[in-house]
């Protein structure tokens, strides 16, 4: 009985934990993707070209890339709470900043502070996952975790292009910058401090921990895997909103159904998607995702003039498949590194993360033309080589092996307690 009632209350204090991650995630996922559908607004109001919007979206994932690897260095010597609590109130004064930005200049640079932090936080988040979930349950709760990105679509894009249009561009960055305070002082209170991988001896200098990380044979192998990902993906998705305009006959106001549709159906399936890598394996399930996400990759990139709900099923496939390979891939690159170096470790390929998705999009648009009108030229060689990188990542998946099985010495098979401040 006794034992029954101690497992009720850690699972509680799992889902009350889950809970705060998955609002520190949701706000830092939506502060991002929020910024595409506002870029007519920011070329309007300041005046500025594609390029330059372009660039304004790119100073976050560049920022987000310098700061991830360098704050590898130093992110595994702090208690977790404490790390992820400066973390966001940085990431917070950033997004505040961008609400009262006056000019385009000063938006970028706000833009870049905001991914500083941000960059990083994601990181941090996921460290916390695989430090207080133990490998059985570390699927579903990266399931969890996966799913901001499907909220935000439903309902944090939508919404904020209602308060832009209502108001101005400015508004949503405000609601954002007051949901993160709210979040940030939640996390303060309910938070547990997460000191389990400080019990082991801190290295002399930070040089020595990356050196350390990444000598470790998973590392070169994850860093391999993560990237050839990102590029299968991200050479693809910056082009979908002109592809649907310009050659399916799509107009600009049916583009937030892409995400309202898509974000619906991945809020249900990146879940299930972690139970199904729990129970069947996480590489076996990434395999099969992965395989089947060809499918829409494929379709997408040829597709032409077709009513708006054929449209809107294959980019809803597409969102499905393509978030739902990433919560086997992510829940095993977690564990891919013991709990005293994860915070490097998933710094580290955040930073690789941020650079291969601003490389696909670079490549992917060296390749891109522009044919009559608004259409868009060569998008199925795109889909070529994003279906090619698919297809390696499933061969590449089999070289990444979990470094806290139940064998191990260094990570054990039972959860951290979170018994404090909870």
Known sequence: MVDVFRTSVLFSRERLLLLILAMVQLTNVLDF???MPLGPQFMRYFS????????????????AAIFGFLG?????????????????????????????????????????????FGGIIGAVVMAIVGDAFPEARRGAATGVIMSSFSIASIAGVPFGLYLAHLLSWQAPFF????????????????????????????LASPIDEI???????NTLR???????????????????????VGNVGLSESDLPYIYLFGGFATFFTSRYIGVLSDR??????????????????????????????????????????????????????????????????????????????????????????????????????VGVFASLMTLLCIFLVEWIKPADAPAST?????????????
């Open 175 to 202: 609601m954002l910058a007051a949901l993160s305070a709210v979040t940030w002082l939640g996390a303060f209170c309910l938070l547990p401090p997460l000191t389990r991988h400080l019990q082991c001896a801190v």
């Open 33 to 35: 993707v929020v910024m």
């Open 222 to 244: 994850a860093f391999a895997f993560m990237s050839t990902l990102m590029l299968a993906g991200f050479s693809v998705i910056p082009f979908i909103s002109p592809y649907m």
């Open 280 to 381: 069947y394996g996480k590489k076996l399930t990434f395999q099969v995702v992965a395989f089947c996400s060809v499918v829409p990759i494929l379709l997408l990139t040829t597709l032409p003039r077709v009513p708006t709900f054929l449209a809107l099923a294959v980019t809803t496939l597409f969102m499905v498949l393509i978030s739902g390979r990433f919560v086997p891939a992510v829940a095993l690159v977690t564990s891919s590194v013991v709990s005293r170096h994860r915070g490097s470790f998933m710094s580290l390929i955040a930073s690789v993360q941020k650079l291969s998705s601003g490389l696909a999009s670079f490549l992917a648009g060296l390749v891109i033309g522009k044919g009559h009108g608004q259409a868009l030229t060569n998008y199925w060689v």
């Open 72 to 116: 590898a260095f130093f992110i595994d010597r702090f208690d977790r709470r404490v790390a992820l609590l400066v973390l966001y109130a940085g990431f917070t004064l950033g997004t505040f900043c961008c609400a009262l930005a006056p000019t385009y200049e000063l938006l970028t640079l706000a833009r870049s502070l905001a991914g500083a």
């Open 211 to 217: 050196r350390l990380v990444l000598s470790l044979p």
């Open 48 to 63: 500025i070209s594609p390029q330059a919007f372009g660039m304004m979206v790119s100073s976050y994932t560049f920022s």
């Open 410 to 422: 260094d990570e054990p098979a039972t959860p951290i307690p979170v018994t404090e401040r909870v």
